[in-house]
Nanobody, 122 residues
């Protein structure tokens, strides 16, 4: 069982940066692949980025590639999403998720946080 709590969301101007974090409870954090997803009003939840157990492999949605960076610190049971060059279309609730495999399909992930709002003003 893993409990996930996101933090670090907020309001930022277009072109700015923000880092969101996801803290996990339990001693098995390093056993899970981690993903970040986002959901804007009226839209489906979409994949943003994912990272494997050790942090040696990452994958990104095309819309954020080159702007966002996912990382993890297994000693701190935390996964991060550094977001640079933010655009208004990045506005969404950002969720972290834990699962057995690095996948873009949200159905693969077993555990979810409650989400943190990121708003990018133009």
């Amino acid at each position: 069982q893993v409990q996930l709590v996101e933090s670090g969301g907020g309001l930022v101007q277009a072109g700015g940066s923000l880092r969101v974090s996801c803290a996990a409870s339990g001693r098995t954090f390093s056993s899970y692949a981690m993903g970040w997803f986002r959901q804007a009003p009226g839209k489906e939840r979409e994949f943003v980025a994912a990272i494997n157990l050790s942090g040696s492999f990452t994958t990104y949605a095309d819309s954020v590639k080159g702007r966002f960076t996912i990382s993890r610190d297994n000693g701190k049971n935390t996964v991060y999403l550094q977001m640079n060059s933010l655009k208004p279309e990045d506005t969404a609730v950002y969720y972290c998720a834990a699962g057995a495999l690095v996948r873009r399909d949200p159905r693969i992930y077993n555990y979810w946080g409650q989400g943190t709002q990121v708003t990018v003003s133009s």
